[in-house]
Protein backbone atom coordinates (compact mmCIF):
# COMPACT_ATOMS: atom_id res chain seq x y z
CA UNK A 1 0.00 0.00 0.00
CA UNK A 2 1.55 3.17 -1.00
CA UNK A 3 2.07 6.37 1.36
CA UNK A 4 -1.73 8.40 1.72
CA UNK A 5 -0.50 10.99 3.98
CA UNK A 6 2.53 13.24 5.03
CA UNK A 7 3.18 14.72 8.13
CA UNK A 8 3.88 18.21 8.60
CA UNK A 9 7.97 17.68 8.61
CA UNK A 10 7.88 15.96 5.26
CA UNK A 11 5.95 19.00 3.93
CA UNK A 12 8.23 21.09 4.65
CA UNK A 13 10.53 18.79 3.40
CA UNK A 14 9.32 18.87 0.64
CA UNK A 15 8.39 22.64 0.46
CA UNK A 16 11.57 23.63 1.42
CA UNK A 17 10.44 26.09 3.87
CA UNK A 18 10.66 25.30 7.91
CA UNK A 19 8.29 23.24 10.14
CA UNK A 20 7.01 26.72 11.73
CA UNK A 21 6.15 28.08 8.38
CA UNK A 22 4.58 24.76 7.44
CA UNK A 23 2.71 24.76 10.38
CA UNK A 24 1.44 28.59 9.21
CA UNK A 25 0.59 26.48 6.18
CA UNK A 26 -1.43 24.04 7.68
CA UNK A 27 -3.58 26.74 9.08
CA UNK A 28 -4.19 28.66 5.72
CA UNK A 29 -8.00 28.44 4.72
CA UNK A 30 -8.91 25.67 2.56
CA UNK A 31 -5.25 23.97 3.20
CA UNK A 32 -6.32 19.85 3.16
CA UNK A 33 -4.87 18.46 6.96
CA UNK A 34 -6.67 16.02 9.15
CA UNK A 35 -5.84 16.62 12.88
CA UNK A 36 -5.70 13.58 14.94
CA UNK A 37 -5.45 14.45 19.04
CA UNK A 38 -2.66 17.02 18.40
CA UNK A 39 -0.68 15.16 15.41
CA UNK A 40 -1.41 16.93 12.01
CA UNK A 41 -1.37 14.91 8.64
CA UNK A 42 -1.84 15.96 5.18
CA UNK A 43 -3.36 13.82 2.11
CA UNK A 44 -1.33 13.54 -0.56
CA UNK A 45 -3.62 13.94 -3.38
CA UNK A 46 -5.42 16.73 -1.95
CA UNK A 47 -2.29 18.18 -0.95
CA UNK A 48 -1.15 18.06 -4.80
CA UNK A 49 -5.19 19.27 -5.65
CA UNK A 50 -4.53 22.44 -3.85
CA UNK A 51 -1.62 23.34 -4.82
CA UNK A 52 -2.22 22.82 -8.07
CA UNK A 53 -5.07 25.08 -7.70
CA UNK A 54 -3.54 27.60 -5.84
CA UNK A 55 -0.45 27.93 -8.26
CA UNK A 56 -2.87 28.59 -10.90
CA UNK A 57 -5.01 31.36 -9.11
CA UNK A 58 -1.31 33.03 -8.34
CA UNK A 59 -0.86 33.13 -11.61
CA UNK A 60 -4.29 34.27 -12.97
CA UNK A 61 -3.08 37.54 -11.17
Known sequence: MEKQTISVQE????????????????????????RIGTRIIIPIEEFKKWLKETSLKKGAK
Open 11 to 34: LANQLGISVPKAYELTRTPGFPSI
